[in-house]
C-alpha cells in the first residue's frame, strides 16, 4: 500500500516549493559569482577576450551550474518530502510473494 506523500498537502508543498524557489536563488547568486571568476580569470590570462566568448563562456557555466542545481534541488524536494517512499514498489511485492516473505 502507498503511503501519501507530503506534497498532497497543500500547505506542506508550499513551504517545499518555497524552499526549492530560494535554493534556486542562492545557486543563481553561485553562477552568476562562478562566470564572474571564470572570466576574470580568462582577462587576466588571454587578455582582451570578444564579447562571443564572454557570451559563450557565461551561457555554458551558469546554464550548468543552474540545470545542476535545479536537479539536485528536486533531488531535495523529493527525498525530503516523502515524495519518494510514496510509491507503489510492484517488483519489491513481487520479490515478496515469490519468496513467500511477510
Known amino acids: 500500500m502507498t503511503r501519501p506523500s507530503n506534497l498532497d498537502d497543500p500547505e506542506y ?13 542562492w545557486m543563481g547568486l553561485v553562477a552568476v559569482a562562478c562566470v564572474a571568476l571564470v572570466l576574470t580569470a580568462l582577462y587576466f ?7 562571443g566568448v564572454v557570451l559563450m563562456v557565461a551561457g555554458g557555466i ?26 507503489d514498489d510492484r517488483l519489491e511485492q513481487e520479490i515478496r510473494e515469490h519468496h513467500d516473505l511477510p
Not at 45 to 51: A, F, M
Open 13 to 25: 508543498a508550499a513551504f517545499a516549493w518555497a524552499r526549492y524557489r530560494r535554493l534556486m536563488r
Open 62 to 87: 551558469g546554464v550548468s551550474v543552474m540545470l545542476m542545481a535545479a536537479l539536485m534541488g528536486l533531488v531535495f524536494l523529493s527525498s525530503g518530502t516523502g515524495h519518494d517512499e510514496a510509491i
Open 45 to 51: 590570462e588571454t587578455g582582451d577576450i570578444g564579447l
